[in-house]
């Protein structure tokens, strides 16, 4: 999953809030989550399996925002 994925499913209105069940309006502070990290003579290597961001409600009053690694359970297909 990357960024692309949570920025298709906001403007395809597929990512709910769960707190006021209107589409979910934005995101901020989208960042990998590193698993490890190898640096050896001349070669490199980051391995990484998944994503950190806020996701932010933005729907009239409702102020729901949460920092999450599971964006993808707020999908809805």
Known sequence: MS???IKDAISQKK???PECKSP???YDKYAETIDS?????GDS???SRGSRVTLICGNGK?????RTEFW???IEE
């Open 24 to 26: 979910i309006q934005k």
């Open 3 to 5: 960024l692309q994925s």
């Open 15 to 17: 990512m709910l809030c």
């Open 45 to 47: 290597h980051v391995e």
């Open 62 to 66: 409702c102020k729901w925002q949460e």
């Open 37 to 41: 990290v190898w640096d050896g003579f």
């Open 72 to 74: 993808s359970q707020y």
